[in-house]
């Protein structure tokens, strides 16, 4: 079974510097990779993805991910952190079965950027 | 495009009422998904549909919930009766098939409260 692994239950960043949010996957095949962002008492937003191509992959409010498959991992990034990027933030793998898919989704990283 | 749309965004309800949140999904989708989060669980995958056909309900909790997709343009969830423990923001999200790396589009999700 394909599954995502978040290892930080919170980051906490300033604003203007750098942000790293980790993600680690476990798939059998090629992966098939997201990220989504959900602001408060809203629903799931998609950022990015990645399923071939360029390891660096972009996306919207200036994020980015960079796909590494020797460290199966698929981090979240930004070179410079806005207040307004406090969220919760998830990963997720889609698992292909019987002819359907799924998005399997991580547990989520609370992104938390301080003035 | 309206996106996802749910109702009630609010549900309050007495325990052991029969409580129905209902998800309209965006037109030439043909995968609909319900999910609910909640602080202690996170974000958990109760049913999905294709082509109106429910895939995989392994995630509903319980008989009590059930879950109906009469036409490709409407769902509902069903929680008959209700418990305080089925307090949650519950989420629908629609999305279209393919083998290419289609995410999903999220509704603002409807807030129960069993009381």
Redesign the interface.
């Known amino acids: 079974a394909q599954s995502v692994a978040q290892p930080e239950d919170q980051v906490n960043v300033a604003e203007g510097n750098p942000l790293t949010v980790k993600c680690t996957y476990s798939v059998s095949g090629n992966p ?1 990779l ?1 990220w ?1 962002v959900q602001y408060p ?6 950022l990015l ?3 071939t191509g360029d390891n660096l992959v972009k996306g919207s409010y200036g994020f980015e991910a960079e796909f590494n498959k020797s460290q199966t991992s698929f981090h979240l990034k930004k070179p410079s952190a806005l207040v307004s990027d406090s969220a919760l933030y ?1 990963c ?1 793998v ?1 698992e ?1 079965s019987g002819g ?4 399997i ?1 991580g ?2 990283t609370r992104l938390a950027v301080h003035p | 495009d309206a996106g996802v749309i749910q109702s009630p965004r609010h549900e309050v309800t007495e325990m052991g009422q029969e409580v129905t949140l209902r998800c309209k999904p965006i037109s030439g989708h043909d995968y609909l998904f319900w999910y609910r989060q909640t602080m202690m669980r996170g974000l958990e995958l109760l049913i999905y549909f294709n082509n109106n056909v429910p895939i995989d309900d392994s995630g509903m909790p319980e008989d009590r919930f059930s879950a109906k997709m009469p036409n490709a343009s409407f769902s509902t969830l069903k929680i008959q009766p209700s418990e305080p423990r089925d307090s949650a923001v519950y989420f629908c999200a629609s999305s279209v098939s393919g083998r290419g790396g289609n995410g999903y589009t999220f509704g603002s999700g409807t807030r129960l409260t069993v009381v």
């Open positions: 098939y997201f989504y008492n809203r629903g799931l937003q998609f993805k990645y399923i998830f997720a889609r292909f359907y898919n799924k998005l989704f547990a989520g």
